[in-house]
């Protein structure tokens, strides 16, 4: 299979181009494209000889890692759909996603089999363990012959299952095809100016949508080299990147924040890096600009979501002025600004944003009602609020049901996050609305500290520089904020 409509088509040909090329760097571990492509056949007839058929769903429950990359591709080329899980859920977080999803086979590691044994002990469908890298596996494995698995597929058909971050709920299950990742791998690979010569970073979770389609398969698409971690520990990551020479860190916020405020030994040379982007949640300027004073780079923000792919990302040539902004839409991409009318907004007028993109889902799975309000006329409705300035750069400022009305006044608790962060006492803030009995909202805002603080003096320094409306009437303190995997603040978690 060398057509490039499907990933293992993909595979093949990027495989066939750079065979001798180094494709994964796991610890110690370097292989060649033709070996990861030997790797992945090989697993491929053994999944097969498990029972896997076309449209089965498996499930993979690995860290990052070469024996995610394969045991992906290795689902795929079967022509079965995969379920990528975070290794860090408990038990009922994944007892609920494989049900969701119909998982008939897991996929995991021998550290993670106990818990998944325990796991498949609760569920009330059947479902099958395979062990990737346990002995008598491996030695199986490398037993079977690579070859042409024979089966063909439509691109259109779902590659893969993944669910919405549930920062507001419980998640939602998305499918997304061979086509729609296709597409947005050669849109990056176009608005990156990616090559082969590129060296990426894989440290942000292969589980979710940033990790493993903006480092994971770009880099395999490119036919470029990733240089994987399976957490991230600052050192480490500035050790890989210093003497890898990696050219393309794309990860969350945290990542960059920890590396700028990081007191290294001796500051880490990453003259290497031609692109740092930031993606799941919005990176804060200051941190940006401390990234910047330590190692003489901006990170650029990207903008996404599980439902569109990735929709833009700043490139601006001018970036200290822009620090803020999403960019302008990735290559195939287009976005409309619209008005609670549903009218187009003009330049600096505040909007929802839609988004048209042959990387998007078409819709939630069996969910009618859900659709109709997100899905129109081919756009999708995000349901985050911006504006887009003269020169066509997107801004988000954040999402429309985390509005707070405050007696008819509608309040962006970023603003009110943003003051609040900017107190020398305060690490990081989140801000919601508490309903109140009289049918409209509170501001509360829940902090953590890096030094003991009383509300009194966080209500003080808020006063002069926002509306007195947008002070927080509540506060709490909390040792840490709720957070997806990705970095998203759970909200629902803050009341």
């Known amino acids: 299979m060398d057509d490039m409509n499907t990933l293992p088509g993909m595979l093949a040909t990027v495989a066939k181009q750079n065979a001798g090329r180094t494709a994964i760097v796991d610890g110690g571990a370097a292989i060649s494209y033709a070996v990861l492509e030997r790797r992945v056949a090989a697993l491929t007839a053994a999944l097969c000889r498990a029972g896997v058929r076309q449209g089965d769903r498996v499930a993979l429950l690995l860290p990052n890692g070469l024996n995610f990359i394969v045991g992906y591709m290795a689902i795929v080329s079967a022509g079965a759909i995969v379920v990528p899980l975070d290794d860090r859920y408990q038990q009922r977080e994944l007892v609920h996603f494989l049900d969701e999803s119909g998982v008939s086979l897991l996929i995991t590691s021998q550290d993670l089999a106990p818990l998944c044994d325990q796991v498949l002990s609760m569920r009330g469908s059947s479902c099958k363990l395979f062990r990737i890298d346990a002995r008598e596996e491996a030695s199986e494995i490398a037993l079977i012959p690579p070859g042409n698995i024979g ?121 290497s890096l031609r692109l740092c982007a930031s993606a799941s949640a919005p990176m804060p300027k200051t941190i940006n600009r401390e990234f910047f004073q330590k190692f003489g780079m901006y990170v650029r923000q990207l903008y996404g979501s599980t439902e569109t792919g990735t929709i833009s990302v700043n490139l601006s040539s001018d970036i200290e002025a822009s620090l803020e902004s999403v960019g302008t839409p990735i290559a195939g991409v287009e976005v409309e600004v619209l008005t609670e009318n549903r009218g187009v907004a003009n330049a600096g007028q505040m909007g929802e944003f839609a988004v048209k993109s042959p990387a998007a889902i078409e819709g939630y799975n069996g969910l009618a009602g859900l659709n109709r309000e997100s899905f129109r006329n081919g756009y999708f409705l995000t349901g985050d609020l911006g504006w887009r300035n003269s020169d066509g750069l997107l801004y988000l400022v954040g999402r429309k049901k985390f509005l707070i009305n405050k007696g008819g006044y509608k309040i962006q608790p970023g603003e009110v996050e943003e003051v609040l962060e900017s107190h020398p006492k305060v690490e990081e803030a989140a801000v919601i609305g508490v309903p109140t009995p009289f049918g409209d909202e509170k501001v509360k805002a829940v902090i953590v500290l890096n030094v003991p603080c009383t509300e009194e003096e966080i209500v003080e320094y808020c006063r002069g520089k926002i509306a007195d409306f947008k002070i927080p009437s509540v506060v709490e303190f909390r040792e840490a904020l709720p957070k997806t995997p990705t970095g998203k603040i759970r909200r629902d978690h803050l009341m």
């Not at 549930?166 to 690979?189: Q, Y």
């Not at 398969?217 to 500035?238: C, D, N």
Request: no cysteine.
């Open 151 to 271: 089966i063909q597929i439509n691109p259109d058909t779902p590659v893969m299952y993944q669910f919405s971050s549930g920062s507001t709920g419980r998640p939602k299950r998305i499918a997304r095809t061979h086509a729609n990742l296709l597409f947005e791998l050669d849109s990056l690979i176009h608005t990156l100016n990616i090559t082969n010569e590129d060296r990426f970073l894989g440290v942000t979770p292969f589980s979710h949508v940033n990790g493993l389609v903006r480092s994971m398969m770009a880099s395999i698409r490119a036919g470029a080299t990733l240089f994987t971690l399976a957490r991230f520990e600052r050192q480490i990551v500035a050790d890989v990147i210093e003497k890898n020479t990696v050219s393309i860190f794309i990860g969350v916020p945290f990542m960059f924040a920890m590396l700028a405020k990081a007191n290294f030994r001796r500051r880490p040379d990453f003259s």
